[in-house]
């Protein structure tokens, strides 16, 4: 917390030319005189505890619907597809749905895991941080994922063996790849926002009255 205290005889333009540069630094709040920030804090950093817990959740239940729809798709393929006639669509088909398996996997794991998220607002800010990390990185891997496919599905133009089991892999890979990345893109955004929420309600100015003058409080 960092307080300047100015003096009574400094006069008004300068108050408000430093007002105005440390709102300029970070998009700071300013608080009425002598009004108090800890109730409001806390009910602040419950509300968002609250969005971060239903965010995450939300985001394991379409990841682990959209698994749900590969598997079942995926089965119904490989069923319905013959491995040597249709060798294309058989083999997209088994890779849709060994992908969709495991994406409804890791979606159900992390439902079950998953606790209430915490309510103090400096754990908060650590869990939604590490939640933003964990989908920056999967949004990475997501463009890997359909990028080995787009590779697989360009090699099967290329004189391989068993060019089906390659056009079929390949462009599964792709269709997944493109599909978790909608899924972690529209979670990493929201994740972005509260962060940044977070992050400004961390940082408060206030003005308050001092012996000499008044006093401007910047509380980190």
Do not use: C
């Not at 008004?12 to 409001?40: D, E, M």
């Not at 698994?67 to 088909?93: C, P």
């Not at 079950?112 to 400096?122: C, H, K, M, T, V």
């Not at 992050?199 to 009255?209: E, F, I, T, W, Y």
């Amino acid at each position: 917390m960092t307080s300047i205290e100015l003096p009574a005889s400094v006069p008004s333009s300068a108050i408000t030319a430093v007002l105005g540069v440390l709102l300029l630094l970070g998009g700071l709040n300013t608080k009425a005189l002598g009004q108090s920030r800890g109730a409001s804090h806390d009910s602040l950093a419950q509300v968002q505890s609250a969005q971060f817990g239903d965010a995450r959740r939300a985001h394991l239940w379409r990841v682990g619907a959209w698994g749900g729809v590969n598997a079942l798709g995926g089965l119904a393929l490989v069923w319905a597809s013959s491995r040597s006639a249709q060798s294309t669509r058989w083999h997209f088909g088994a890779m849709s749905a060994g992908w969709g398996l495991v994406n409804a996997g890791i979606a159900a794991g992390g439902l079950l895991a998953s606790g209430a998220p915490p309510a103090e607002a400096g754990p908060l800010l650590a869990a939604e941080r590490q939640f933003h990390d964990v989908l920056l990185f999967n949004l990475g891997l997501n463009v890997a994922y359909s990028a080995v496919g787009a590779t697989v599905l360009g090699a099967s133009y290329y004189g391989v063996d068993t060019v089906g089991r390659w056009r079929g892999f390949g462009t599964s890979l792709i269709l997944q790849g493109a599909g978790l990345l909608v899924l972690d893109g529209i979670a990493f955004w929201a994740s972005r926002g509260r962060l940044s929420s977070l992050l400004d309600a961390g940082v408060q100015l206030s003005v308050h009255p001092a012996p000499t003058g008044l006093a401007l409080t910047l509380q980190l």
